[in-house]
């Protein structure tokens, strides 16, 4: 795709033995969705980053269900700022 993803989200498991669950859930989702990224920022939070809040809203379904098959807590979408000319 040609556009960057715009919504970012901090994710963390509901029971925190569940983090290795997540982690391997969030690689499989970034493999089988090419317009889904996830990283880990330098304080430790691991963020996904989504093309907006419908693909976020199923990324975390597909997470949930699917990959990671754990409870995950999902912070409040940032969505930067953006000038075009």
Known sequence: MGSQPIVRVALE??????????IAGL???QQSDPCAEYEVLESGEH?????GELHLERCL??????????EIQA????VPYRESI
């Open 47 to 51: 963020v996904i980053l989504t093309a």
């Open 61 to 70: 379904k597909d997470l949930r269900e699917r990959f990671a098959r754990c």
């Open 27 to 29: 690689k499989m989702l």
């Open 75 to 78: 912070g409040e979408p940032i």
């Open 13 to 22: 498991p509901v029971n925190p033995g569940d983090l290795n669950k997540m």
